[in-house]
């Protein structure tokens, strides 16, 4: 198994404003795997999500991993949300994979067909090697 | 409510996540994110099912109009899934034109039967919601 070496957590939220979202990412070599907790959906969460991939790829990092362990619930804008990260980065000629996800989110990617269109991972240091 | 009508965990998940996608349609595309205008929501309880009623004062769509988001060439769209998972996560859907003349969503989920269903279990089905019509 590869050693990552990981960078300090950086955190997207705004300070002192409850979100219904959190978002903190990290580098691992040249892979940012970016950790969300909360809600996606429709209003602050699908906002921060936006945010946080334009920043990332404002500073040239097109390889995305996004953790999805603690998103316990994403509504259909949160799903557009993250089809629309996914084409961004695509279109910057880089990748968008997903890692750990809830039995919800797993279940409401597989009745929309998207769960063909990600590459989703269960183990971080696979998912992060699978950027080679 | 769905919850003290005897859903379980799942289900509750499933009648919540309708309503929401049901109340943003309403707000988004029927009433065009107009404060002014109303959006009705009203739940029925009958004897075997919960019926709940979205209604808008927008100008009322056709179900047949909406796009099909499984469909190739809608998979990668941004939106467009709300419909979808409405038909998804309940046992019945269907848009009528409302008394305003706006659009009525009327979507039901069938009560557990006594006993069946745990209050905070899966109900004993999967989490998988079926596919509507």
New interface residues.
């Given amino acids: 198994m590869a050693t990552v070496e990981k960078a300090p957590r950086r955190t997207t939220e705004h300070k002192g404003i409850k979100m219904a979202l959190h978002a903190t990412h990290r580098d691992a070599g040249t892979v940012t795997v970016v950790d969300l907790s909360g809600r996606i959906t429709l209003g602050d969460g699908s906002a921060l999500l936006r945010k946080t991939i334009r920043g990332l790829l404002d500073d040239q990092r097109t390889q995305i991993l996004l953790n999805l362990a603690d998103v316990d619930y994403i509504d259909s804008s949160g799903i557009g949300e993250l089809v629309s990260a996914f084409m961004g980065v695509k279109n910057r000629n880089g990748n968008l994979k997903l890692l750990h996800l809830t039995k919800k989110v797993r279940d409401l990617l597989q009745i929309t067909k998207l769960f063909t269109v990600f590459d989703v991972y269960t183990d971080e240091g696979t998912a992060i090697r699978s950027f080679d | 409510m769905a919850e003290a009508a005897g859903f379980g965990e799942d289900d509750c998940?499933r009648i919540g996540?309708s309503v929401?996608?049901g109340v943003?349609n309403a707000f988004h595309y029927g009433n065009q994110e107009r404060p002014e205008k109303k959006i009705h929501l009203v739940v029925d309880l009958t004897a075997d099912k919960m019926i709940i009623h979205v209604l808008d004062e927008g100008t009322g769509f056709k179900l047949s109009e909406v796009p099909d988001?499984?469909a190739e060439e809608n998979?990668?769209?941004?939106?467009?899934?709300?419909i979808?998972?409405m038909r998804?996560f309940m046992d019945e859907f269907d848009v009528v034109p409302g008394k305003t003349g706006g659009a009525e969503i009327v979507m039901s989920k069938k009560l557990p039967a006594p006993g069946s269903s745990p209050p905070n279990g899966d109900g004993g089905k999967s989490?998988?919601?079926h596919?509507g019509a």
């Fill in positions: 998940y996540m929401r996608e943003i988001p499984l998979l990668l769209s941004t939106s467009g899934r709300g979808f998972l998804a989490a998988a919601p596919h």
